[in-house]
């Protein structure tokens, strides 16, 4: 199905966890469906794009574009000082780039906050915390 939803949008949104099984999972043959003036969209991870067959792509104009919020080399750039990818995707006229910024809208950070302080006052009380997500494959929870 995948090389299919290729083909037939107009844009593509990434937007699944990276787990070895969505790793490269968007690479050369996938985006070699897409459209020529397709767009494709990455919100998720930046691995899960074959980072190397994008940029081959976007250079070529083989697809009609990109918008990037996230990058391959995860945080670990911003400590370094380094740039976020093997690739200088902000050279290419048919990319919009962002920091992994794109959900930080003032509704998504209150939301967060309001959460957050739930739970505050739910540890206080000794209540069950809200929004709790096991994560079996980690064994760990997330809130």
Do not use: C
Not at 88 to 103: G, K
Not at 118 to 141: E, H, T
Request: proline content about 6%; charged content about 15%.
């Amino acid at each position: 199905k995948l090389p299919q939803l290729m083909a037939e949008s107009d844009f593509v949104v990434i937007a699944v966890p990276l787990v070895p099984a969505t790793k490269g999972l968007i690479g050369a043959t996938a985006l070699s469906k897409m459209k020529p003036d397709g767009v494709l969209i990455n919100i998720a991870r930046g691995p899960i794009v074959d980072e190397a067959a994008l940029f081959q792509a976007l250079s070529d104009k083989k697809i009609g574009g990109a918008v990037l919020d996230v990058w391959w080399n995860d945080f670990s750039w911003f400590q370094s000082g380094s740039w976020p990818s093997a690739y200088n995707f902000s050279t290419l006229d048919n990319v919009v780039i962002t920091p992994h910024a794109s959900a930080n809208t003032y509704e998504s950070v209150k939301e967060t906050m309001d959460q957050t302080a739930a739970n505050f006052r739910a540890l206080l009380g000794g209540q069950p915390f809200q929004n709790v997500i096991r994560n079996a494959s980690f064994g760990v929870a997330f809130i």
